[in-house]
């Protein structure tokens, strides 16, 4: 890597950093102490390990890695550095998330109402858009939805990332033992 690599390399662990630094200061000295409560629960520390462990998990779901290897191989092609591609990426998701997420608490108070109320119009209408009860309800089968319907998304995550690592292994063992460079270097 160049000097300008590396450098950019520290200027993203230290944002990253500084990013779980804040985060974890604002859970255990301004959240916890509050005893804030979601729910019948207190949002406590332990609650907010859980969140981050399922955060840190959610980093490899298949969807996420397809992307980032997409724009990974995209830049190579066109000869540019995908150092940072992931981090872009990162940044991206958490504050879209973080957004969402903003924008949500704020209407809760609207829909607290309706939401006590297990008749109301937006149960039934969240009964139909909700993770497969759209199909459940207007009795979609058939062997590919059936046979998607059925698929852990988190282990084909894990998987596709072992396939990576695997295929880079095996990719930089055949380059270094079977130095195929100097095979088809002409000279």
Known sequence: MTREEWASLGTMAAFILALHLIGWFTLVVIVAPEHYSVGSRTFGIGMGVTAYT??????????HIAAIDHTT??????????LSVGFWFSL??????FALTFL????VKAL????RNGDSGLHAVAGWIGVGLIAEKAHLHGPFRDRIAGVDLNTVGYVVVALFFATWVIA???????????KWTVG
Request: hydrophobic share 40%; proline share 4%.
């Open 92 to 97: 991206g998701h958490s504050s879209v998330v």
């Open 73 to 82: 191989r995209k830049l190579m092609s066109e000869g540019r550095g995908p």
């Open 172 to 182: 930089l063992l055949v380059w270094r033992l079977a130095r195929i460079e100097e």
């Open 104 to 107: 949500l608490s704020l209407g």
């Open 54 to 63: 399922l955060g840190m998990r959610h980093a490899f779901d298949a969807d």
């Open 112 to 115: 607290a109402g309706p939401t």
